[in-house]
Structure formats: C-alpha cells, structure tokens
C-alpha cells in the first residue's frame, strides 16, 4: 500500500519562503511523474507543478511559475516543492501525487500566507 506523507508547511508574511516534502513509502516511484496540487475550502484540488519521472522536466501552474521549483531524489523517495515569494492567495492544503493521481492521498500540508 502506497503512503504519501506531505510536511513542510507553516504560516509565513507574505514575500516569505517555504519548502514542502513529500515522502513516498510503499514501493518506488522513479517511473512516475509526480504533481504538486493544492486545495482551499470551497474548491477542489488545483495542479501546481509537475516533475518528469527523473527530475529532468518540471512544469508549473502560471501563477507559480518563477516563485515555486520542484526537484525529487528517487533514490530517498522523496519530491521536494520549494515556494517562494509566497503570496496570500498561495494559501492552501497541499499535497502530493502522481500525475495520474493514482495513490491514496496523504493529509497534506497547510500553507498560510499572511498579507
């Protein structure tokens, strides 16, 4: 059974940085590409950012692009987003899964960016 395990959020001001974790447990996952998304009440899940199955290309939702980076070490299990120049509107649940979503989700991690 796959487990995803997000960490990493907090609450910042606004202009502040923050790295989220995703640790992946319960088999490997270096032939998947992995999606950031992000959740706030009232709406459903939103892509953020992906990573090819290496690492090698990442793509963003345009409002991140500049701000956020992905990267992923395959061999810890483990998919890194790093936010910076955070914004209120950045303020979310986040989580992570593979592009296809086919893992159970984790909790994710919240975000709160103060203005």
């Known amino acids: 059974q796959v487990k995803l395990v997000e960490s990493g959020g907090g609450l910042v001001q606004a202009g502040g940085s923050l790295r989220l974790s995703c640790a992946v447990s319960g088999r490997t996952f270096d032939d998947y590409a992995i999606d950031w998304f992000r959740q706030t009440p009232g709406k459903g899940r939103e892509f953020v950012a992906r990573s090819s199955w290496n690492g090698g290309t990442t793509w963003y939702e345009d409002s991140v692009k500049g701000r956020f980076t992905m990267s992923r070490d395959n061999a810890k299990n483990m998919v890194y987003l790093q936010l910076n120049n955070l914004k209120p509107e950045d303020t979310a649940v986040y989580y992570c899964?593979?592009?296809?979503?086919?893992?159970?989700w984790g909790q994710g991690t919240q975000v709160t960016v103060s203005s």
């Open positions: 899964n593979t592009d296809r979503m086919s893992w159970p």
